[in-house]
């Protein structure tokens, strides 16, 4: 199974997450170990979970807004966060 980083979907894009790793991340900022992750595990974005790209900005391709397990909250994170999140692409990429 190959894993992406979020950074890498387009919009409509889903995938289910299968792991965390702050080792991609983009730029290296002034957390401790595990708080980038810890922040992401209490938004709701953990092992398993669907996520559907909603939204992706213009300049920079940030933010990122994500919907989690279609829910009808939307959450949104810099590509420096969203490069840590590695998903496995569902069947249904690029149906709208």
């Given at each position: 199974?190959?894993?992406?980083?979020?950074?890498?979907?387009?919009?409509?894009?889903?995938?289910?997450?299968?792991?965390?790793?702050?080792?991609?991340?983009?730029?290296?900022?002034?957390?401790?170990?595990?708080?980038?992750?810890?922040?992401?595990?209490?938004?709701?974005i953990i092992e398993g979970a669907?996520?559907?790209?909603?939204?992706?900005?213009?300049?920079?391709?940030?933010?990122?807004?994500?919907?989690?397990?279609?829910?009808?909250?939307?959450?949104a994170l810099r590509k420096n966060?969203?490069?840590?999140?590695?998903?496995?692409?569902?069947?249904?990429?690029?149906?709208?």
């Amino acid at each position: 199974m190959k894993l992406v980083n979020l950074t890498e979907l387009k919009q409509h894009d889903v995938g289910i997450v299968r792991r965390l790793d702050e080792s991609c991340l983009l730029n290296k900022i002034r957390l401790s170990a595990g708080e980038v992750e810890s922040r992401l595990l209490d938004m709701g974005i953990i092992e398993g979970a669907q996520v559907t790209v909603m939204h992706i900005g213009r300049w920079g391709r940030e933010p990122i807004a994500i919907r989690i397990n279609n829910s009808s909250s939307l959450i949104a994170l810099r590509k420096n966060e969203a490069a840590i999140i590695l998903l496995e692409m569902t069947q249904n990429n690029g149906s709208k």
